[in-house]
Protein backbone atom coordinates (compact mmCIF):
# COMPACT_ATOMS: atom_id res chain seq x y z
CA UNK A 1 0.00 0.00 0.00
CA UNK A 2 1.34 3.48 -0.98
CA UNK A 3 2.37 5.92 1.89
CA UNK A 4 -0.97 8.34 0.22
CA UNK A 5 -3.53 5.14 0.60
CA UNK A 6 -2.53 4.51 4.36
CA UNK A 7 -3.44 8.10 5.29
CA UNK A 8 -6.38 7.95 3.63
CA UNK A 9 -7.01 4.77 5.04
CA UNK A 10 -6.26 6.26 8.81
CA UNK A 11 -8.54 8.94 8.43
CA UNK A 12 -11.47 8.07 7.00
CA UNK A 13 -11.66 4.16 8.57
CA UNK A 14 -11.48 4.90 12.43
CA UNK A 15 -13.73 7.62 12.73
CA UNK A 16 -16.06 5.61 10.58
CA UNK A 17 -16.24 2.63 12.21
CA UNK A 18 -16.00 4.87 15.62
CA UNK A 19 -19.67 6.49 14.26
CA UNK A 20 -21.36 3.03 12.98
CA UNK A 21 -20.23 1.60 16.32
CA UNK A 22 -21.53 3.77 18.69
CA UNK A 23 -23.75 5.91 16.73
CA UNK A 24 -25.80 4.15 14.01
CA UNK A 25 -25.73 0.95 15.42
CA UNK A 26 -27.22 2.62 19.08
CA UNK A 27 -29.59 4.01 17.04
CA UNK A 28 -30.94 1.04 15.21
CA UNK A 29 -31.24 -0.73 18.64
CA UNK A 30 -33.04 2.29 19.83
CA UNK A 31 -35.40 1.57 17.01
CA UNK A 32 -35.43 -2.55 17.54
CA UNK A 33 -36.26 -2.28 21.12
CA UNK A 34 -39.19 0.47 20.60
CA UNK A 35 -40.42 -2.86 19.01
CA UNK A 36 -39.73 -5.32 22.03
CA UNK A 37 -41.58 -6.15 24.73
CA UNK A 38 -41.13 -5.64 28.58
CA UNK A 39 -39.49 -8.50 30.41
CA UNK A 40 -38.86 -8.02 33.91
CA UNK A 41 -35.70 -9.82 34.37
CA UNK A 42 -33.82 -9.24 31.51
CA UNK A 43 -35.36 -6.00 30.50
CA UNK A 44 -36.21 -7.00 27.09
CA UNK A 45 -37.93 -9.62 25.59
CA UNK A 46 -37.53 -9.91 21.73
CA UNK A 47 -41.33 -10.24 20.57
CA UNK A 48 -42.52 -8.17 18.30
CA UNK A 49 -44.93 -6.12 19.47
CA UNK A 50 -46.91 -2.43 18.74
CA UNK A 51 -48.22 -1.84 22.00
CA UNK A 52 -45.36 0.49 23.02
CA UNK A 53 -46.60 2.81 20.58
CA UNK A 54 -50.19 2.29 21.16
CA UNK A 55 -49.59 3.11 24.68
CA UNK A 56 -48.24 6.75 23.31
CA UNK A 57 -52.08 7.69 22.98
CA UNK A 58 -52.94 7.17 26.45
CA UNK A 59 -53.83 10.10 27.95
CA UNK A 60 -51.49 10.60 30.04
CA UNK A 61 -48.46 10.60 28.07
CA UNK A 62 -50.44 12.64 25.66
CA UNK A 63 -50.48 15.07 28.49
CA UNK A 64 -46.63 14.97 28.66
CA UNK A 65 -46.10 15.09 25.10
CA UNK A 66 -48.32 18.25 25.07
CA UNK A 67 -46.80 20.08 28.24
CA UNK A 68 -43.32 19.39 26.69
CA UNK A 69 -43.68 20.86 23.44
CA UNK A 70 -45.73 24.22 25.07
CA UNK A 71 -43.21 24.52 27.57
CA UNK A 72 -40.19 24.02 25.14
CA UNK A 73 -42.04 26.49 22.62
CA UNK A 74 -42.46 28.64 24.81
CA UNK A 75 -38.85 28.96 26.04
CA UNK A 76 -37.98 28.97 22.23
CA UNK A 77 -40.38 32.03 21.70
CA UNK A 78 -38.96 33.67 24.61
CA UNK A 79 -35.71 33.15 23.50
CA UNK A 80 -36.28 34.53 20.23
CA UNK A 81 -38.28 37.55 21.50
CA UNK A 82 -34.91 38.80 23.48
CA UNK A 83 -32.48 37.29 21.60
CA UNK A 84 -33.43 38.85 17.89
CA UNK A 85 -33.42 42.47 19.37
CA UNK A 86 -30.13 41.61 21.19
CA UNK A 87 -28.38 39.94 18.50
CA UNK A 88 -29.00 43.16 16.37
CA UNK A 89 -27.70 45.01 18.77
CA UNK A 90 -24.75 43.47 18.91
CA UNK A 91 -24.03 44.18 15.50
CA UNK A 92 -24.42 47.10 15.66
CA UNK A 93 -21.67 47.75 18.13
CA UNK A 94 -18.09 48.86 17.54
CA UNK A 95 -15.44 45.98 16.82
CA UNK A 96 -14.26 46.02 20.48
CA UNK A 97 -17.33 46.37 22.34
CA UNK A 98 -18.61 43.31 20.18
CA UNK A 99 -16.26 41.44 21.07
CA UNK A 100 -16.98 42.09 24.83
CA UNK A 101 -20.49 41.13 24.80
CA UNK A 102 -20.17 38.23 23.05
CA UNK A 103 -17.62 36.74 25.38
CA UNK A 104 -20.27 38.02 28.16
CA UNK A 105 -22.68 35.63 26.15
CA UNK A 106 -20.32 32.75 25.60
CA UNK A 107 -18.95 32.33 29.29
CA UNK A 108 -22.48 31.39 30.95
CA UNK A 109 -22.55 28.74 27.39
CA UNK A 110 -18.99 27.21 28.78
CA UNK A 111 -19.93 27.46 32.79
CA UNK A 112 -21.49 24.09 34.22
CA UNK A 113 -25.39 24.62 33.33
CA UNK A 114 -26.77 22.44 36.50
CA UNK A 115 -24.99 24.77 38.79
CA UNK A 116 -26.48 27.84 36.87
CA UNK A 117 -29.58 25.99 37.42
CA UNK A 118 -28.86 25.72 41.09
CA UNK A 119 -28.71 29.18 40.76
CA UNK A 120 -31.90 29.87 39.36
CA UNK A 121 -33.59 27.47 42.19
CA UNK A 122 -31.68 29.73 44.94
CA UNK A 123 -32.84 32.64 43.78
CA UNK A 124 -36.14 31.69 43.23
CA UNK A 125 -37.02 29.86 46.01
CA UNK A 126 -38.91 30.80 49.08
CA UNK A 127 -35.93 32.25 50.93
CA UNK A 128 -34.63 32.86 47.73
CA UNK A 129 -33.36 36.84 46.47
CA UNK A 130 -36.72 37.29 44.68
CA UNK A 131 -39.06 37.08 47.89
CA UNK A 132 -36.41 38.56 50.24
CA UNK A 133 -36.22 42.08 48.56
CA UNK A 134 -39.98 42.35 47.84
CA UNK A 135 -40.91 41.08 51.41
CA UNK A 136 -38.03 43.24 52.11
CA UNK A 137 -39.56 46.47 50.39
CA UNK A 138 -42.99 45.70 51.67
CA UNK A 139 -44.59 44.40 47.91
CA UNK A 140 -46.23 41.60 49.33
CA UNK A 141 -46.94 40.23 53.01
CA UNK A 142 -45.36 36.50 51.97
CA UNK A 143 -42.74 35.15 50.22
CA UNK A 144 -44.44 34.12 46.69
CA UNK A 145 -44.81 30.49 45.47
CA UNK A 146 -42.51 30.78 42.14
CA UNK A 147 -40.11 27.46 42.77
CA UNK A 148 -42.02 24.25 41.84
CA UNK A 149 -43.68 25.95 38.50
CA UNK A 150 -44.02 25.45 35.18
CA UNK A 151 -43.00 28.81 35.36
CA UNK A 152 -39.97 28.16 36.90
CA UNK A 153 -39.02 25.83 34.28
CA UNK A 154 -39.36 27.36 31.94
CA UNK A 155 -37.37 30.17 33.43
CA UNK A 156 -34.49 27.82 33.72
CA UNK A 157 -34.27 26.66 30.34
CA UNK A 158 -34.50 30.11 29.25
CA UNK A 159 -31.60 30.97 31.42
CA UNK A 160 -29.57 27.88 29.97
CA UNK A 161 -30.66 27.98 26.32
CA UNK A 162 -30.36 31.63 25.56
CA UNK A 163 -26.83 31.55 24.39
CA UNK A 164 -27.67 29.00 21.85
CA UNK A 165 -30.22 31.41 20.47
CA UNK A 166 -28.19 34.44 20.15
CA UNK A 167 -25.23 32.92 18.83
CA UNK A 168 -26.74 31.66 14.95
CA UNK A 169 -29.13 34.55 14.75
CA UNK A 170 -25.99 36.94 15.50
CA UNK A 171 -23.73 35.34 12.70
CA UNK A 172 -26.86 35.60 10.42
CA UNK A 173 -27.58 38.92 11.21
CA UNK A 174 -23.91 39.54 10.74
CA UNK A 175 -24.05 38.64 7.37
CA UNK A 176 -26.60 40.83 6.25
CA UNK A 177 -25.60 43.70 3.62
CA UNK A 178 -26.53 46.72 5.51
CA UNK A 179 -26.52 48.93 2.05
CA UNK A 180 -29.86 46.61 1.48
CA UNK A 181 -31.38 48.01 4.33
CA UNK A 182 -30.06 51.77 3.22
CA UNK A 183 -31.83 51.15 -0.31
CA UNK A 184 -34.63 50.03 1.14
CA UNK A 185 -35.05 52.83 3.57
CA UNK A 186 -33.91 55.94 0.64
CA UNK A 187 -36.96 53.90 -1.26
CA UNK A 188 -38.84 55.04 1.44
CA UNK A 189 -39.27 51.65 3.33
CA UNK A 190 -40.60 52.56 7.10
CA UNK A 191 -38.26 50.87 9.85
CA UNK A 192 -41.39 48.38 10.35
CA UNK A 193 -40.70 47.35 7.06
CA UNK A 194 -37.39 47.13 6.29
CA UNK A 195 -37.80 44.69 8.98
CA UNK A 196 -40.40 42.90 8.12
CA UNK A 197 -39.74 42.42 4.67
CA UNK A 198 -35.64 42.51 4.51
CA UNK A 199 -34.24 41.27 7.80
CA UNK A 200 -36.57 38.68 8.76
CA UNK A 201 -36.92 36.81 5.31
CA UNK A 202 -32.56 37.13 5.28
CA UNK A 203 -32.10 36.23 7.91
CA UNK A 204 -34.98 33.10 8.26
CA UNK A 205 -32.16 30.70 8.40
CA UNK A 206 -30.69 31.72 11.62
CA UNK A 207 -34.17 32.09 13.32
CA UNK A 208 -35.03 28.76 12.62
CA UNK A 209 -31.58 27.15 13.52
CA UNK A 210 -31.67 28.84 16.57
CA UNK A 211 -35.38 27.83 17.44
CA UNK A 212 -34.51 24.42 16.98
CA UNK A 213 -31.49 24.20 18.78
CA UNK A 214 -33.20 25.75 22.18
CA UNK A 215 -36.28 24.12 21.50
CA UNK A 216 -34.78 20.24 20.67
CA UNK A 217 -32.84 19.39 23.71
CA UNK A 218 -35.41 21.50 25.94
CA UNK A 219 -37.89 18.73 25.97
CA UNK A 220 -35.08 16.67 27.38
CA UNK A 221 -33.54 18.68 29.56
CA UNK A 222 -35.18 16.42 32.49
CA UNK A 223 -32.57 17.84 35.30
CA UNK A 224 -34.15 21.57 34.85
CA UNK A 225 -37.71 20.23 35.17
CA UNK A 226 -36.57 18.06 38.59
CA UNK A 227 -34.80 20.67 39.85
CA UNK A 228 -37.31 24.28 39.06
CA UNK A 229 -40.90 22.05 38.68
CA UNK A 230 -40.44 19.56 41.76
CA UNK A 231 -41.48 15.88 41.36
CA UNK A 232 -43.73 16.09 38.36
CA UNK A 233 -43.83 15.10 34.97
CA UNK A 234 -43.28 17.98 33.13
CA UNK A 235 -40.90 17.03 30.20
CA UNK A 236 -40.61 14.37 27.65
CA UNK A 237 -37.21 14.06 29.23
CA UNK A 238 -38.38 13.18 32.58
CA UNK A 239 -40.94 10.13 31.64
CA UNK A 240 -38.11 8.85 29.20
CA UNK A 241 -35.28 8.87 32.41
CA UNK A 242 -38.13 7.57 34.78
CA UNK A 243 -39.08 4.23 32.90
CA UNK A 244 -35.34 3.71 31.97
CA UNK A 245 -33.52 4.39 36.10
CA UNK A 246 -37.14 3.90 37.69
CA UNK A 247 -40.22 1.51 35.80
CA UNK A 248 -37.85 -0.38 33.89
CA UNK A 249 -39.74 -0.29 30.72
CA UNK A 250 -36.72 -0.09 28.39
CA UNK A 251 -39.07 -0.86 25.38
CA UNK A 252 -41.70 2.20 26.13
CA UNK A 253 -38.84 4.73 26.73
CA UNK A 254 -37.59 3.59 23.88
CA UNK A 255 -40.73 4.31 21.79
CA UNK A 256 -41.19 7.91 23.42
CA UNK A 257 -37.85 8.44 22.34
CA UNK A 258 -38.52 8.09 18.84
CA UNK A 259 -41.56 9.50 18.79
CA UNK A 260 -39.66 12.25 20.29
CA UNK A 261 -37.05 11.77 16.80
CA UNK A 262 -40.01 11.80 14.55
CA UNK A 263 -41.27 14.96 16.01
CA UNK A 264 -37.55 16.59 15.59
CA UNK A 265 -37.38 14.96 11.77
CA UNK A 266 -41.00 16.27 11.28
CA UNK A 267 -39.44 20.17 12.67
CA UNK A 268 -36.43 19.62 10.65
CA UNK A 269 -38.21 19.17 7.23
CA UNK A 270 -39.71 22.24 7.86
CA UNK A 271 -36.44 23.93 8.24
CA UNK A 272 -35.08 22.44 5.12
CA UNK A 273 -38.06 23.85 3.56
CA UNK A 274 -38.38 27.27 4.51
CA UNK A 275 -34.00 27.11 3.74
CA UNK A 276 -35.08 26.12 0.40
CA UNK A 277 -37.73 28.51 -0.25
CA UNK A 278 -35.57 31.39 0.98
CA UNK A 279 -32.79 29.89 -1.44
CA UNK A 280 -29.86 30.43 0.83
CA UNK A 281 -26.94 28.66 1.83
CA UNK A 282 -25.71 28.50 5.55
CA UNK A 283 -27.81 27.84 8.11
CA UNK A 284 -27.32 25.13 10.78
CA UNK A 285 -24.35 23.92 9.62
CA UNK A 286 -21.88 27.32 9.72
CA UNK A 287 -24.39 28.75 12.07
CA UNK A 288 -24.58 26.76 15.45
CA UNK A 289 -21.71 27.68 17.11
CA UNK B 1 -38.21 55.35 23.15
CA UNK B 2 -36.43 53.07 21.29
CA UNK B 3 -33.56 53.74 23.07
CA UNK B 4 -35.13 53.06 26.22
CA UNK B 5 -36.26 50.14 25.38
CA UNK B 6 -32.79 48.76 23.94
CA UNK B 7 -30.99 49.51 27.09
CA UNK B 8 -33.78 47.84 29.13
CA UNK B 9 -33.35 44.43 27.32
CA UNK B 10 -29.42 44.74 27.12
CA UNK B 11 -29.07 45.72 30.60
CA UNK B 12 -32.10 42.91 31.78
CA UNK B 13 -30.28 40.24 29.47
CA UNK B 14 -26.98 40.57 31.06
CA UNK B 15 -28.80 40.88 34.65
CA UNK B 16 -30.44 37.68 33.60
CA UNK B 17 -27.11 36.02 32.83
CA UNK B 18 -25.04 37.09 35.60
CA UNK B 19 -27.43 37.98 38.54
CA UNK B 20 -27.54 34.04 39.62
CA UNK B 21 -23.95 33.34 38.68
CA UNK B 22 -23.08 36.38 40.93
CA UNK B 23 -25.09 35.11 43.76
CA UNK B 24 -23.59 31.50 43.76
CA UNK B 25 -20.26 33.28 44.03
CA UNK B 26 -20.80 35.77 46.59
CA UNK B 27 -22.82 33.25 48.65
CA UNK B 28 -19.60 30.86 48.20
CA UNK B 29 -18.06 33.00 50.79
CA UNK B 30 -21.43 34.08 52.84
CA UNK B 31 -21.11 32.78 56.42
CA UNK B 32 -24.98 32.42 56.84
CA UNK B 33 -25.89 28.98 55.11
CA UNK B 34 -28.94 30.12 53.62
CA UNK B 35 -27.52 32.82 51.90
CA UNK B 36 -30.54 35.29 52.71
CA UNK B 37 -28.45 37.35 54.08
CA UNK B 38 -25.12 38.72 54.22
CA UNK B 39 -23.51 36.69 57.19
CA UNK B 40 -19.68 37.72 57.07
CA UNK B 41 -16.93 36.72 54.93
CA UNK B 42 -16.12 32.72 55.76
CA UNK B 43 -14.12 30.18 54.00
CA UNK B 44 -15.36 27.74 55.97
CA UNK B 45 -17.84 26.24 52.53
CA UNK B 46 -14.00 26.47 50.51
CA UNK B 47 -13.57 24.34 53.35
CA UNK B 48 -15.93 22.01 53.74
CA UNK B 49 -15.70 21.41 49.80
CA UNK B 50 -12.26 20.19 50.08
CA UNK B 51 -13.67 17.64 52.32
CA UNK B 52 -16.36 16.16 50.83
CA UNK B 53 -14.82 13.04 50.15
CA UNK B 54 -17.08 11.79 47.79
CA UNK B 55 -17.20 15.13 45.69
CA UNK B 56 -13.71 15.37 45.53
CA UNK B 57 -13.09 11.61 44.16
CA UNK B 58 -16.10 12.82 41.78
CA UNK B 59 -14.16 15.67 40.42
CA UNK B 60 -10.66 14.00 39.75
CA UNK B 61 -12.92 11.10 38.01
CA UNK B 62 -14.48 14.15 35.92
CA UNK B 63 -11.00 15.53 35.04
CA UNK B 64 -9.71 12.18 34.08
CA UNK B 65 -12.83 11.18 31.82
CA UNK B 66 -12.95 15.14 30.25
CA UNK B 67 -8.92 15.12 29.42
CA UNK B 68 -9.35 11.26 27.99
CA UNK B 69 -12.31 11.79 25.86
CA UNK B 70 -11.79 15.37 24.98
CA UNK B 71 -8.43 14.35 23.40
CA UNK B 72 -9.80 10.81 21.38
CA UNK B 73 -12.55 13.43 20.54
CA UNK B 74 -9.91 15.56 18.82
CA UNK B 75 -8.13 13.03 17.14
CA UNK B 76 -10.87 11.22 15.88
CA UNK B 77 -12.64 14.53 15.06
CA UNK B 78 -9.49 15.72 13.28
CA UNK B 79 -9.29 12.79 11.36
CA UNK B 80 -12.74 12.70 10.40
CA UNK B 81 -12.72 16.28 9.11
CA UNK B 82 -9.81 15.53 7.00
CA UNK B 83 -11.48 12.72 5.29
CA UNK B 84 -14.00 14.93 4.77
CA UNK B 85 -11.74 17.64 3.68
CA UNK B 86 -9.59 15.79 1.24
CA UNK B 87 -10.82 12.11 0.48
CA UNK B 88 -13.51 11.18 -1.58
CA UNK B 89 -14.87 7.37 -0.09
CA UNK B 90 -17.88 5.58 -0.46
CA UNK B 91 -20.09 7.24 1.92
CA UNK B 92 -18.57 10.04 2.53
CA UNK B 93 -22.42 11.95 2.50
CA UNK B 94 -23.63 9.28 4.70
CA UNK B 95 -20.72 10.02 7.41
CA UNK B 96 -21.87 13.99 7.30
CA UNK B 97 -25.46 12.60 7.77
CA UNK B 98 -24.13 10.70 11.06
CA UNK B 99 -22.49 13.24 12.35
CA UNK B 100 -25.53 16.30 11.52
CA UNK B 101 -27.67 13.87 12.95
CA UNK B 102 -25.55 13.32 16.20
CA UNK B 103 -25.34 16.44 16.51
CA UNK B 104 -29.39 17.32 16.76
CA UNK B 105 -30.39 14.50 18.24
CA UNK B 106 -31.53 15.64 21.88
CA UNK B 107 -29.47 13.92 24.50
CA UNK B 108 -31.64 12.10 26.07
CA UNK B 109 -32.02 10.29 22.95
CA UNK B 110 -28.17 9.75 22.38
CA UNK B 111 -28.56 8.40 26.20
CA UNK B 112 -31.14 5.79 26.01
CA UNK B 113 -29.41 4.50 22.62
CA UNK B 114 -25.98 4.53 24.69
CA UNK B 115 -26.94 2.53 27.37
CA UNK B 116 -28.74 -0.33 25.56
CA UNK B 117 -25.53 -0.36 23.24
CA UNK B 118 -23.63 -0.73 26.31
CA UNK B 119 -26.06 -3.29 27.76
CA UNK B 120 -26.12 -5.18 24.44
CA UNK B 121 -22.64 -5.60 24.07
CA UNK B 122 -21.77 -6.15 28.30
CA UNK B 123 -19.70 -2.88 28.71
CA UNK B 124 -19.50 -2.21 32.37
CA UNK B 125 -21.38 1.06 33.47
CA UNK B 126 -18.23 2.89 34.85
CA UNK B 127 -15.29 4.92 33.41
CA UNK B 128 -15.40 2.86 29.91
CA UNK B 129 -18.66 3.51 29.50
CA UNK B 130 -18.24 7.04 30.58
CA UNK B 131 -15.09 7.66 28.10
CA UNK B 132 -17.06 6.35 25.10
CA UNK B 133 -20.41 8.21 25.46
CA UNK B 134 -18.54 11.46 26.12
CA UNK B 135 -16.05 10.86 23.33
CA UNK B 136 -18.78 10.14 20.55
CA UNK B 137 -21.00 12.68 21.67
CA UNK B 138 -18.10 15.55 21.95
CA UNK B 139 -16.85 13.98 17.57
CA UNK B 140 -19.02 16.04 15.53
CA UNK B 141 -17.82 19.56 18.03
CA UNK B 142 -14.15 18.78 17.36
CA UNK B 143 -15.20 17.75 13.72
CA UNK B 144 -16.97 20.95 12.75
CA UNK B 145 -14.35 23.20 13.96
CA UNK B 146 -11.60 21.40 12.95
CA UNK B 147 -13.40 21.20 9.94
CA UNK B 148 -13.96 25.07 9.55
CA UNK B 149 -11.14 25.55 9.93
CA UNK B 150 -9.45 23.82 6.95
CA UNK B 151 -12.40 25.44 4.63
CA UNK B 152 -11.23 28.84 5.28
CA UNK B 153 -7.57 27.42 3.37
CA UNK B 154 -6.87 26.89 -0.16
CA UNK B 155 -6.79 23.33 -0.87
CA UNK B 156 -4.18 23.71 -3.55
CA UNK B 157 -1.69 24.91 -0.89
CA UNK B 158 -1.27 20.73 -0.19
CA UNK B 159 -1.48 20.05 -3.73
CA UNK B 160 1.88 22.37 -4.30
CA UNK B 161 3.43 20.32 -1.59
CA UNK B 162 2.71 17.29 -2.85
CA UNK B 163 3.87 18.65 -6.30
CA UNK B 164 6.95 19.83 -4.81
CA UNK B 165 7.67 16.41 -4.36
CA UNK B 166 6.51 15.78 -0.14
CA UNK B 167 4.74 12.53 0.63
CA UNK B 168 1.39 13.01 1.60
CA UNK B 169 2.46 12.20 5.26
CA UNK B 170 4.78 15.48 5.19
CA UNK B 171 2.32 17.27 3.17
CA UNK B 172 -0.47 16.43 5.81
CA UNK B 173 3.19 16.77 8.91
CA UNK B 174 3.67 20.33 7.53
CA UNK B 175 0.84 21.88 6.40
CA UNK B 176 -2.16 20.51 7.33
CA UNK B 177 -1.59 20.38 10.92
CA UNK B 178 0.35 23.44 11.74
CA UNK B 179 -3.05 24.89 9.54
CA UNK B 180 -5.84 23.20 12.09
CA UNK B 181 -4.16 23.55 15.23
CA UNK B 182 -5.64 26.41 17.05
CA UNK B 183 -9.13 24.12 15.74
CA UNK B 184 -7.35 21.75 17.51
CA UNK B 185 -6.63 23.10 20.58
CA UNK B 186 -9.94 24.88 20.67
CA UNK B 187 -12.07 21.39 20.00
CA UNK B 188 -10.54 20.20 22.95
CA UNK B 189 -11.27 22.91 25.17
CA UNK B 190 -15.01 22.86 23.49
CA UNK B 191 -15.27 19.07 24.59
CA UNK B 192 -13.46 18.98 27.83
CA UNK B 193 -15.89 21.67 28.79
CA UNK B 194 -18.94 19.59 27.12
CA UNK B 195 -18.19 16.69 29.07
CA UNK B 196 -18.04 18.25 32.51
CA UNK B 197 -21.28 19.96 31.71
CA UNK B 198 -23.24 16.74 30.61
CA UNK B 199 -25.42 15.72 32.71
CA UNK B 200 -27.92 14.23 30.95
CA UNK B 201 -25.84 11.15 28.91
CA UNK B 202 -23.65 10.93 32.51
CA UNK B 203 -27.20 10.07 33.98
CA UNK B 204 -27.77 7.28 32.13
CA UNK B 205 -24.02 5.63 31.32
CA UNK B 206 -22.14 6.01 34.58
CA UNK B 207 -22.28 2.91 37.28
CA UNK B 208 -22.39 3.38 41.62
CA UNK B 209 -18.65 2.66 41.11
CA UNK B 210 -17.33 5.31 39.52
CA UNK B 211 -19.14 8.84 39.99
CA UNK B 212 -18.05 12.14 37.86
CA UNK B 213 -18.82 15.10 39.24
CA UNK B 214 -22.49 16.58 37.45
CA UNK B 215 -23.99 13.17 38.62
CA UNK B 216 -22.62 13.50 42.22
CA UNK B 217 -23.41 17.59 42.35
CA UNK B 218 -27.51 16.57 40.98
CA UNK B 219 -27.51 13.93 43.40
CA UNK B 220 -26.51 17.25 45.96
CA UNK B 221 -28.49 20.14 44.61
CA UNK B 222 -31.99 17.53 44.50
CA UNK B 223 -31.70 17.24 48.16
CA UNK B 224 -31.47 20.89 49.16
CA UNK B 225 -29.16 23.52 50.02
CA UNK B 226 -25.22 22.66 50.04
CA UNK B 227 -23.05 25.76 50.13
CA UNK B 228 -20.10 24.22 48.95
CA UNK B 229 -21.76 23.71 45.50
CA UNK B 230 -21.49 27.97 45.45
CA UNK B 231 -17.51 27.72 46.38
CA UNK B 232 -17.51 24.59 42.73
CA UNK B 233 -19.35 26.80 41.17
CA UNK B 234 -17.02 29.59 41.94
CA UNK B 235 -14.18 27.56 41.27
CA UNK B 236 -15.94 25.94 37.90
CA UNK B 237 -16.61 30.21 36.91
CA UNK B 238 -12.56 30.58 36.91
CA UNK B 239 -12.11 27.26 34.91
CA UNK B 240 -14.36 28.10 32.17
CA UNK B 241 -13.61 31.55 32.15
CA UNK B 242 -9.68 30.15 31.46
CA UNK B 243 -10.84 28.31 28.94
CA UNK B 244 -12.96 30.48 27.50
CA UNK B 245 -10.04 33.02 26.89
CA UNK B 246 -7.61 30.45 25.73
CA UNK B 247 -9.45 28.74 23.40
CA UNK B 248 -10.08 32.74 22.38
CA UNK B 249 -6.72 33.41 21.99
CA UNK B 250 -5.47 30.53 20.49
CA UNK B 251 -8.43 30.58 17.67
CA UNK B 252 -8.16 34.20 16.53
CA UNK B 253 -4.16 33.53 16.35
CA UNK B 254 -2.95 33.27 12.75
Not at chain 2, 154 to 173: C, F, H, K, N, Y
Request: glycine share 6%.
Amino acid sequence: MKQTDVFRWVSVVPVNLWLWLWVLLPTLMLVAVSFATREPEDLIEWTLTFDNYARLSDSLYITVFWDSLWLAGITALLCLAAGFPFAWWLTRLQPRWRALALFLIIIPFWTNSLIRTYAIKLILGKQGIINNVLLGIGVIDAPLDMLYTPGAVICGLVYILFPFMVLPLYSNLEKLDQSLLEAARDLGASRLQVLRKIVIPLTMPGIVAGVLIVFLPAMGMFYIADLLGGAKNLLLGNIIKNQFLSSMDWPFGSAISIAMIVLMGLLMLAYFQAAKRINRSGGIHDSTL
Amino acid sequence: MIRLCKWVLVSGVFLYLYVPIAVLVVNGFNANKFGNYWGGFSLKWFDKLLNNQNLMDAAGHSLVVASTSATLATVLGALGAIALYRYRFRGKQFMGGLVFVEMMAPDIVLAIAFLLMFMALGVALGFWSLLIAHTTFCVPFTLITVYSRLNNFDVSVLDAARDLGATEWTAVRKVLLPMSAPALISGWLLSFTLSLDDVIISSFVSGPGYEILPIRVYSMVKLGISPEINVLAAIMLLLSLTLIVLSQWILNRK
